[in-house]
T-cell receptor, first 114, second 111 residues
Framework: GAVVSQHPSRVICKSGTSVKIECRSL??????MFWYRQFPKQSLMLMAT?????????EQGVEKDKFLINHASLTLSTLTVTSAHPEDSSFYIC??????????FGEGSWLTVV | GESVGLHLPTLSVQEGDNSIINCAYS??????FIWYKQESGKGPQFIID?????DKRQGQRVTVLLNKTVKHLSLQIAATQPGDSAVYFC??????????FGTGTRLTVIP
């Protein structure tokens, strides 16, 4: 079946640095990918919708200059957390749409900012 | 975004019993709903979905019920097993656009 892969699964970075998380659809083309953030014991919060070849659409309250999203190809979207701070530490999850309502989720990426 | 919430944050059931997890949504325009299972430290796993033109849909050991009148969803798990222990989320979408997730219910199966 379709698989969405995220990399890295865990990353630790220093405050002030930037870190990139990749989301790949392994066996299908995804014109739309989504990025979620999840705090412990909380639900998934949609951050932005990533459309191939165009700018991402950010949800209200999400800083687009802080969370840079690039969807350069039909199988890859990246989320870059810029100038990371400890409060950016979270579980980041991507999903990819395989046409219609079929959406597959990645396994998530744990970010720890120290 | 849309508001999708759950009635019970935690649910404990005996192994072999049936589980019922509830979800309320607020957007009457939502036309597609999905239940996800999330195990600790992992991404959401698709369980079952239902479109707004249906009231009930059955899968393997799971049934989703949709009551559009009161904007309520439920997930029924038959013969609950220890491997069913996880957090369950309902999610809704309007016009096949973004998915918005509910609060989540933690299901604990007691052996």
């Amino acid at each position: 079946g379709a698989v969405v892969s995220q990399h890295p699964s865990r990353v630790i970075c220093k405050s002030g640095t930037s870190v990139k998380i990749e989301c790949r659809s392994l066996d299908f083309q995804a014109t739309t990918m989504f990025w979620y953030r999840q705090f412990p014991k909380q639900s998934l919060m949609l951050m932005a919708t990533s459309n191939e070849g165009s700018k991402a659409t950010y949800e209200q309250g999400v800083e687009k200059d802080k969370f840079l999203i690039n969807h350069a190809s039909l199988t890859l979207s990246t989320l870059t957390v810029t100038s990371a701070h400890p409060e950016d530490s979270s579980f980041y999850i991507c999903s990819a749409r395989q046409g219609g309502n079929t959406i597959y989720f990645g396994e998530g990426s744990w970010l720890t900012v120290v | 975004g849309e508001s999708v919430g759950l009635h019970l944050p935690t649910l404990s059931v005996q192994e072999g019993d049936n589980s019922i997890i509830n979800c309320a949504y607020s957007n009457s325009a939502s036309d597609y709903f999905i239940w996800y299972k999330q195990e600790s430290g992992k991404g959401p796993q698709f369980i079952i979905d239902i479109r707004s033109n249906m009231d009930k849909r059955q899968g393997q050991r799971v049934t989703v019920l949709l009551n559009k009148t009161v904007k309520h969803l439920s997930l029924q798990i038959a013969a609950t097993q220890p491997g069913d222990s996880a957090v369950y989320f309902c999610a809704e979408t309007v016009g096949a656009n973004n998915l918005f997730f509910g609060t989540g219910t933690r299901l604990t199966v007691i052996p």
